[in-house]
Structures are given as C-alpha cells and as structure tokens.
C-alpha cells in the first residue's frame, strides 16, 4: 500500500484507467460472447424447425395440402382454372412450406413438384397470351386473336421440353403456331405492300418524266416557230 502511495499522481492515474480499460473490455467480450450464444441458438431452432421431418406423415395435413394444390387447376388436373393468378399460387406455396414439419421429406418433396408444375403451366400460359392482343387462353377455353404490335419469332420464348400438361402442352403450341403464321402473313404483307407502293411511285416517276419532257419539247418548238415568223 505504502508503494502505491509513494507513486506519482500521473502514475496512479494511468494505472486506473489502464484498469477500468481491463474491466470494459472484459465485460464488452462476456457480452458479445453471450450475444453470439443467443443468435447461434435462433438460428439452430430455426434450422431444426425447417429441416426436421416427422417418420410419418400427418395424413389430415397432406390430404388438405393435395386438395389446395389440386384447386388450382380443372378436374383433370390438365389446364389451370380460369381464376389462376400468382398470388393463388403464392398461397399456396406458402402453406405447403408452412406445414414440412408435417409430413415426410417423400411428401414435402411430391408437394413441391405438383406446385412447381403449376408454376410452370402459369408463367407459359402468361407468355403466350402476351403474344396476342387479347387474352387467347383462359382455363380450357380458346379464343382468337392478332398477335400484337412489334411481335417476332425470336421473342417466342416458350421452351416445349419443359413445357406440361398433355391437351395444355397442345393447346400452347397451337397457339404459338398460329402467332407465327400471323407473323409470317403480316411481314409477307408489308413485303408485298411496299413492292407495290415503289412500283407506284417508279410509274409516277416515269409519267412525271415523259410529261416533263413532252412539255419541253413543246415548249422547245413553239419558241422556235415564233423566232422563225
């Protein structure tokens, strides 16, 4: 004790502060340390809620999930119903996602699939009638249409290997069949409408030409005579 007080008073200041130093900085690492345990710990539950799969699935959950899905599409589970739209889908995405620790990994995994298949159904159905004026395909129902403005074969961008659904499969290229022979007919019809508008403008350009020299013929003769007079 006697040694402390036979310090300085700068000395004795520096080794207080050099001392609560030491004592922040240890409780600043018990804390963070703490803190890390707490997130690690979320995050672990989390985890194990997702991935945790049950031995047997709950058969109440899975039939109602099957039937959620299935109301997405008609009877025969080909085309899409007529009210389909991105937020029914999303719903029900989400109620399947909601409900993995119900059922089997088998079953989350065939829930998933019939899900993704109607996504893939919607975004071509939504491809092929941006290609047309007004909606062509609605549930089972074909309408006709004029392929919109500006439209070319290589904006047609529906891939048919990926492409489900046996009579919708069908449906869709018909109807991407018929948007290339629009596409074809109208730059066909351009083709032919500006070969005949250069043929017109070439006989105008001709008739202009032969008036115009008949004229300066004319013209030519009748400053002639009167010179001649």
Same mark, same amino acid.
């Given at each position: 004790?006697?040694?402390?007080?036979?310090?300085?008073?700068?000395?004795?200041?520096?080794?207080?502060?050099?001392?609560?130093?030491?004592?922040?900085?240890?409780?600043?690492?018990?804390?963070?340390?703490?803190?890390?345990? $707490?997130?690690?710990?979320?995050?672990?539950?989390?985890?194990?809620?997702?991935?945790? *799969?049950?031995?047997?699935?709950?058969?109440?959950?899975?039939?109602?999930?099957?039937?959620?899905?299935?109301?997405?599409?008609?009877?025969?589970?080909?085309?899409?119903?007529?009210?389909?739209?991105? %937020?029914?889908?999303?719903?029900?995405?989400?109620?399947? $996602?909601?409900?993995?620790?119900?059922?089997?990994?088998?079953?989350?995994? *065939?829930?998933?699939?019939?899900?993704?298949?109607?996504?893939?159904?919607?975004?071509?159905?939504?491809?092929?009638?941006?290609?047309? $004026?007004?909606?062509?395909?609605? %549930?089972?129902?074909?309408?006709?249409?004029?392929?919109?403005? %500006?439209?070319?074969?290589?904006?047609?961008?529906?891939?048919?290997? $990926?492409?489900? %659904?046996?009579?919708?499969?069908?449906?869709?290229?018909?109807?991407?069949?018929?948007?290339?022979?629009?596409? *074809?007919?109208?730059?066909?019809?351009?083709?032919?409408?500006?070969?005949?508008?250069?043929?017109?403008?070439?006989?105008?350009?001709?008739?202009?030409?032969?008036?115009?020299?008949?004229? @300066? @013929?004319?013209?030519?003769?009748?400053?002639?005579?009167?010179?001649?007079?």
């Amino acid at each position: 004790m006697k040694k402390f007080e036979n310090l300085t008073t700068k000395t004795k200041v520096i080794i207080a502060v050099s001392g609560a130093c030491i004592i922040l900085l240890g409780g600043f690492a018990i804390n963070s340390a703490i803190s890390s345990k $707490k997130t690690e710990s979320k995050v672990e539950t989390v985890k194990t809620s997702e991935h945790t *799969r049950p031995d047997k699935t709950d058969a109440d959950t899975l039939s109602k999930l099957t039937k959620e899905i299935s109301a997405l599409s008609d009877a025969e589970g080909d085309y899409l119903i007529a009210t389909i739209s991105q %937020g029914k889908i999303d719903l029900v995405k989400k109620k399947v $996602k909601g409900n993995y620790s119900k059922l089997t990994e088998l079953d989350n995994d *065939r829930l998933d699939k019939k899900v993704s298949e109607v996504q893939n159904k919607f975004d071509n159905l939504k491809k092929v009638n941006s290609y047309f $004026k007004t909606q062509v395909l609605s %549930g089972s129902t074909v309408t006709k249409s004029v392929i919109i403005d %500006g439209l070319t074969e290589d904006k047609i961008d529906i891939d048919f290997q $990926k492409l489900l %659904g046996k009579k919708f499969h069908r449906t869709i290229e018909e109807l991407v069949v018929d948007a290339k022979k629009q596409i *074809r007919k109208r730059d066909e019809d351009k083709k032919n409408a500006d070969a005949t508008k250069a043929n017109v403008e070439a006989e105008s350009a001709k008739k202009w030409s032969i008036t115009s020299s008949w004229s @300066t @013929t004319n013209r030519s003769s009748s400053i002639s005579a009167g010179a001649s007079a």
